[in-house]
């Protein structure tokens, strides 16, 4: 079957930094996108990764290795308005988008 | 402006109603799509559509009928509402459905709960 994992929840401190990891086991891949999530609102794109190595974009990072089937968000200098659910979704070979169930990440001041 | 817009946004109903979403995306994408969130927070898939066309319908009771009028507009209707049936429902939209780096744009999710 196929399968993301990602931690259930995180805690990190204003200004700090924090690393989100996402494995996944899919059929085929087509790319990893990472979304971001507050309470009571609708996912939005954060990044797309469908080479391995580093996006950068601003204070937010993502990471891909595919023979590792792994990859990471990395969030810099942190704001408390960066707590929210976090989403690896992973798109397989028949291009559906398979779910995890997300990181809540909690920042504390 | 609004990209993908869904009403109604809460929905509270009771048990054995029938009950629509409806959603329209004024991107100009070809694929739409239904998502549920349930409590635990996973998103699932329920329905594509491309160019008013099903694509995906994954294993869904068939109380829930989508219904494209145009590439525009997906709609869904529940049928026989039952209590495991609450839950956010996500509207969404693409430029295309295969396409490796399509971005999947969502709407602002009904929360739908039966009592």
């Known amino acids: 079957g196929q399968n993301i994992d990602q931690p259930t929840e995180m805690t990190a401190t204003e200004g700090a930094i924090v690393q989100i990891n996402c494995t996944y086991q899919?059929?085929?891949?087509?790319?990893l996108f990472w979304y971001q999530q507050h309470a009571g609102e609708a996912p939005t794109f954060l990044s797309y990764?469908?080479l391995d190595g580093l996006e950068e974009k601003g204070r937010f990072s993502s990471f891909l290795s595919r023979s590792k089937g792994y990859s990471y968000l990395l969030l810099k200098e942190l704001q408390m308005k960066d707590s929210a659910s976090y989403l690896c979704?992973?798109?397989?070979?028949?291009?559906?988008?398979?779910w995890g169930a997300g990181t809540k990440l909690i920042i504390k001041p | 402006d609004t990209a993908v817009s869904q009403t109604p946004k809460y929905l509270v109903t009771q048990m054995g109603n029938d009950k629509s979403i409806k959603c329209e995306q004024n991107?100009?994408?070809?694929?739409m799509y239904w998502y549920k969130q349930d409590s635990k927070k996973f998103l699932k898939i329920m329905f594509s559509?491309?160019?008013?066309?099903?694509?995906i319908n994954e294993t869904v009771p068939n109380r829930f009928s989508p219904k494209s009028p145009d590439k525009a507009h997906l709609n869904l209707h529940i049928n026989s509402l039952e209590l495991g049936d609450s839950a956010v429902y996500f509207c969404?939209?693409?430029?295309?459905?295969?396409?490796?780096?399509?971005?999947?744009?969502f709407g602002e999710g009904s929360w739908l709960t039966v009592v």
């Open positions: 969404a939209s693409s430029r295309y459905f295969d396409d490796s780096g399509n971005t999947i744009y």
């Open positions: 991107l100009g994408h070809d694929t």
């Open positions: 559509y491309n160019n008013k066309e099903l694509i």
């Open positions: 899919t059929s085929g891949f087509n790319g």
């Open positions: 990764n469908v």
């Open positions: 979704a992973v798109r397989d070979s028949n291009y559906q988008l398979i």
